[in-house]
């Protein structure tokens, strides 16, 4: 069993960062593929950026990549997700979640662990 705890979210104006952490328990860690996914009010949950058990494997959507990175420490049990140059269009409910599969993409479906969300409301 794996818990996530997202933190980081907020209300900024467009064109600002922001980096969201993802906290998990366990031990086992390093052996999840991990993803950042968000829903905007009135639309389904997205997928936003994965990392996997190998950090050279990291898949974007177009909506973010180029403005985006997620990184991992297993040291500290934590994924990162920093986003810059926001746009009132990433305004949403971002989601962490964690993966048994080593490179778990895009599907949300292949993730078996989720946080509870931080949510992002960038103003224009």
């Known amino acids: 069993q794996v818990q996530l705890v997202e933190s980081g979210g907020g209300l900024v104006q467009t064109g600002d960062s922001l980096r969201l952490s993802c906290a998990a328990s366990g031990r086992t860690f390093s052996t999840y593929g991990m993803g950042w996914f968000r829903q905007a009010p009135g639309k389904e949950r997205e997928f936003v950026a994965a990392i996997g058990r190998s950090a050279a494997y990291t898949p974007y959507a177009d909506s973010v990549k180029g403005r985006s990175t997620i990184s991992r420490d297993n040291d500290k049990n934590t994924v990162y997700l920093q986003m810059n140059s926001l746009k009132p269009e990433d305004t949403a409910v971002y989601f962490c979640?964690?993966?048994?599969?080593?490179?778990?993409?895009?599907?949300?479906?292949?993730?078996?662990?989720w946080g509870q969300g931080t949510q992002i409301t960038v103003s224009s």
């Open positions: 979640a964690a993966s048994s599969l080593p490179f778990p993409g895009r599907d949300a479906g292949r993730y078996d662990y």
